[in-house]
């Protein structure tokens, strides 16, 4: 892993943000579509608003770009305002040209006996649009990426997982009570996300210090998914001064 530590989060998304953009480019100029891998909750925003920033005032254009969402709670409804689907919409997609065809955000309405069959299909769909180029993650402080939370397998594929309690309790105050949170999501892998050619993995703040520390610092373990990364090969943790605070 390759560390990058900013004075505050708002300079290092927008560097991420070009990186992103200057990728969807050289890929255009190739003549190949551009696929990125996409996290939701409050990590990504600034990105996504550079992003959305980019398209408006520079003309980044979104015509070739592929997106797959990491996640999504389970149950849900794609247009319950908690959904991944609906932040997905409202901070990004609405907001730029990409094809309506070209968004996969995993369905959290998917029957209990579709699911199996639902995210097979999801990992065919991305390795039918030819991998992963860029991944987007953020961190739980249980260590998860996407929803991989602890005791996830290092070959693990899209399923669906059962919430750990101090993921449930810290999406609570959004939900007005954790027993509104649901308890299951669909989650791409591990497998899935070591497979992409580049992650960049967003933290912030004091809070997420700790499980920064044990990420990067720490015996690789499936106790905490996100040490997995140290065996990919093109992975930054971009971090703010707070997340990077306990790093030695
Ligand atoms: C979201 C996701 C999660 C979040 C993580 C951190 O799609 O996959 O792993 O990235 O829970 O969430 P925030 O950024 O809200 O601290």
């Known amino acids: 892993i390759h560390n990058e530590i900013f004075l505050n989060s708002a300079d290092a998304s927008k ?33 996504y608003a550079e992003l959305v920033r980019l398209h408006k005032e520079e003309g980044l254009d979104f015509d070739n770009v592929i997106t797959f969402n990491l996640d999504e709670y389970w149950p849900m409804d794609r247009n ?8 997905m919409h ?6 730029i040209n990409i094809r309506p065809e070209n968004i996969h955000i ?13 995210c097979l299909d999801y990992e065919e769909n991305i390795k039918n649009a030819g991998g992963i180029d860029f991944q987007l993650l953020g961190i739980g402080r249980t260590g998860h990426i996407g929803f991989n939370e602890p005791g996830s397998h290092y070959n693990s594929g899209t399923r669906i997982i059962t ?18 949170v649901p308890r299951k999501a669909i989650t791409m892998g591990i497998n899935t996300l070591k497979r992409a050619h580049r992650i960049v993995l967003l933290a912030w703040g004091q809070n997420k210090a ?15 998914p996100a040490t997995y990364l140290q065996n990919h090969q093109n992975t930054t943790f971009v971090l703010d001064k707070g997340a990077a605070s306990e790093l030695t």
């Open 80 to 87: 319950n305002v908690h959904s991944y689907h609906y932040f």
């Open 15 to 47: 560097l991420v943000a070009k990186e992103i953009a200057e990728l969807i480019i050289s890929k255009r100029q190739q003549g190949e579509n551009c696929v990125l891998g996409l996290a939701t909750g409050s990590s990504p925003i600034n990105v």
């Open 106 to 118: 995993p369905d959290g309405s998917i029957p209990q006996d579709k699911l199996m069959n639902y």
């Open 90 to 95: 409202e901070h990004l997609f609405k907001h």
């Open 163 to 180: 919430l750990d309690y101090l993921t449930r309790s810290d999406a609570a105050s959004s939900f007005h009570g954790i027993s509104n």
């Open 210 to 224: 700790d499980i920064i520390k044990k990420s990067i610092e720490g015996e690789i373990s499936s106790a905490i």
